[in-house]
């Protein structure tokens, strides 16, 4: 219900916005005060406001793939547009109270047509280089060591991967990339943390060359997943939560489907042991676990049944309970789900929320590592920080002080 409570702001919000546009473009040009000039204006910027409605309105296919993307790239816009407007109007304010204390009158065309300039200027270049900089996917290596023994294995190269988004945003290309840079890792072992989907199944552009991409993962031990928050049917509006009638959420038997043909195993709540050497346990989202799960299992009952002294890898969409699995005898917990707050200021936030919101996070012996993800949720745009896969070189030392 998060897109219900957000939808008056988003309406305020444009409707603000409009209104300077419209001032702006009549004191930089005096043929927009005629009513019949500021109509097409008007009407490109409903179009443009109003794409993300028509997205969601839409039944699945083309026009609708279109509208969300021209939705999204819109929420990127107002995202810097509404507080760089803000801020201007808001000196404007100021300069206009001290002149007036001051006996003057603080009235300049000219300052408020190279102000709004600069703001569209601003909003321009960034909403650009967000736009290209999400389609950039980096490696962030990192590299620990796990007092355990490792069996044979003296060290694992584990690639981590999260969030993917597969639906209007991402597609096949973004896939390639990811694909080529995973592979490029020679990767022991491959794992998705949680929201591989964006909500809807039915808006992957391609699900068979989908499939056929992730099939192309090279890894010794294969390639393995749990779900998140996102990897469930279930209608979204600018990225938000739509429907709210308290009924279960689940992953649409399309997504089991599409998982298993691309060569990936889906751990739901389950361990499995790899090469007698290590366990790697998937968790069900925390908030939203899926098919056939009520209540996921407690960190104790998940290392329960493990032998604690073979290392025990968690994927955990989410970066929670972290203190209780290092307390359980959990090793490295892997996780998403924060995007790293995918654009600045955002991610000052995420920091606040999140004990470990990005990078990797040691307590006790355990490691937490969490990544931006891959794929975009809502602003199609990243600005201040980065798409990415991880690669993870493990040591196993047993008697490491």
């Known amino acids: 219900m998060t897109a219900v409570f957000l939808s008056p702001l988003y309406i305020l919000a444009n409707a603000y916005l409009l209104w300077r546009l419209l001032g702006w473009l009549g004191a930089c040009c005096k043929y927009f005060y005629k009513k019949r000039a500021r109509v097409p204006v008007i009407l490109l910027y409903l179009f443009f406001s109003l794409a993300i409605l028509a997205g969601f309105l839409l039944p699945a296919g083309k026009p609708q793939r279109f509208f969300k993307l021209i939705g999204n790239y819109w929420l990127g816009v107002l995202l810097y547009a509404l507080p760089l407007v803000l801020l201007a109007d808001l000196g404007g304010l100021i300069f206009r109270i001290r002149a007036e204390k001051a006996g003057r009158t603080f009235k300049n065309p000219r300052i408020f047509r ?21 389609r950039i996917i980096r490696t962030t290596p990192y590299e620990i060591t796990v007092n355990k023994d490792g069996g044979n294995l003296d060290s694992l190269n584990v690639v981590l991967a999260a969030d993917l988004h597969l639906g209007y945003n991402i597609g096949c290309r973004h896939m390639e990339r990811m694909v080529k840079q995973i592979n490029a890792q020679n990767p022991d072992l491959v794992v998705f943390a949680g929201d591989i989907f964006d909500n809807q199944y039915e808006a992957l552009d391609n699900p068979d060359r989908l499939i056929s991409i992730l099939q192309d993962i090279e890894s010794t031990y294969g390639v393995y997943a749990c779900y998140g928050n996102h990897d469930i049917e279930e209608a979204i509006l600018a990225g938000f939560t739509f429907s709210g009638n308290g009924e279960k959420k689940e992953s649409a038997p399309e997504m089991d489907a599409f ?143």
Request: proline letters at 5%; hydrophobic letters at 45%.
């Open 114 to 134: 190279v102000t709004g300039a600069v703001c569209v200027l601003l909003v321009l270049c960034v909403t650009l280089y967000g736009a290209a900089n999400a």
């Open 259 to 401: 998982l298993e043909a691309a060569g990936i195993t889906l751990l739901q709540d389950e361990a499995v042991l790899i090469d007698d050497s290590f366990y790697l346990y998937g968790r069900p989202d925390m908030a939203k676990p899926g098919r056939g799960i009520d209540v996921r299992k407690t960190p104790e009952e998940i290392t329960a049944g493990l032998d604690l002294t073979k290392p025990i890898l968690v994927l955990d969409h989410e970066p929670a309970q972290l203190s209780e699995l290092e307390e359980a005898g959990a090793d490295v917990v892997l996780g998403g789900h924060t995007h790293d707050g995918q654009v600045f200021p955002v991610n000052l936030i995420t920091n606040l929320i999140w004990e470990n919101s990005y990078g990797c996070l040691r307590k006790g012996d355990m490691y937490s590592i969490v990544t931006s993800g891959v794929g975009l949720f809502g602003p199609n745009m990243r600005v201040g920080t980065i798409a990415e896969i991880c690669p993870i070189t493990i040591h196993f030392q047993a008697n490491a002080s």
